[in-house]
Structures are given as structure tokens and as C-alpha cells.
Nanobody
Framework: VQLQASGGGWVQAGGSLSLSCAASSPAISAYVIGWFRQAPGKEREFVATISRAGVRTVLGNSVKGRFAISRDNAKNVVYLQMDNLRPDDTAVYYC???????????????????WGQGTEVTVSS
């Protein structure tokens, strides 16, 4: 599967953005999807993950209560809704995938073996 992240841009603090991760394969339902981000000069950070069927989601501590992850397997897309954005959310956001036969979710970068290109999010104060 190939992944394409989109939806990044510039927004003022307190605003919202919705990122999409589109898959080239019709079998995205076989993959756990994760979102990660990397700010300039910082290590890549876990943001959110969603199980194959979308039943289970996990959010990183820094985005809980502000971000939500969802998926539409019929459309081969996973979404990251970002509300109440802050300047420290500024980063390049990446989506990643790993195949799975269970309803598990994964929050470690090393658990994912397929990565899309990033989409840049800039939040101004």
C-alpha cells in the first residue's frame, strides 16, 4: 500500500485543520494506521492510531481532547481532525501503516513499516 497525506496548511492558534491519509490499495482495511509528527529540531512524536475497523483509537497525551482520528475504509482514507490548534502543534505530520490481523493499535514508530510523505502544519500565535 502507498500512503498520501494531505490537508496541511497555515492556521491561527485556536483554529482547526483536517488531515487525510489516502491509500492506494483497496485493502486499507487490513492496516492499522498511525499519525506521527516531527517539529523542527525535535524527534518524531506519536499523535494517534486507529485499528483496522476503527473500533479502537489511541491519542497521544499532547493532543487528547483536541484531536480525533477516524477512518472510512470504503473510501480508503484515514482522517485526523485537529481542533483548538496551538503553536506547538506546528510540525510535519506523517501517516503510517502496518498490516494486522487483529484489532490492535500501535503507538511506536518502529511498529510501522509503511510511511507516506508528510504534510506540513503551521500554527501561528
Amino acid at each position: 500500500v502507498q500512503l498520501q497525506a494531505s490537508g496541511g496548511g497555515w492556521v491561527q492558534a485556536g483554529g482547526s485543520l483536517s488531515l487525510s491519509c489516502a491509500a492506494s490499495s483497496p485493502a486499507i482495511s487490513a492496516y492499522v494506521i498511525g499519525w506521527f509528527r516531527q517539529a523542527p529540531g525535535k524527534e518524531r512524536e506519536f499523535v494517534a492510531t486507529i485499528s483496522r475497523a476503527g473500533v479502537r483509537t489511541v491519542l497521544g497525551n499532547s493532543v487528547k481532547g483536541r484531536f480525533a482520528i477516524s477512518r472510512d475504509n470504503a473510501k480508503n482514507v484515514v482522517y485526523l481532525q485537529m481542533d483548538n490548534l496551538r503553536p506547538d502543534d506546528t510540525a510535519v505530520y506523517y501517516c503510517a501503516a502496518r498490516s494486522s490481523v487483529t484489532g490492535a493499535v500501535y503507538s511506536s514508530q518502529s511498529d510501522y513499516n509503511i510511511w507516506g510523505q508528510g504534510t506540513e502544519v503551521t500554527v501561528s500565535s
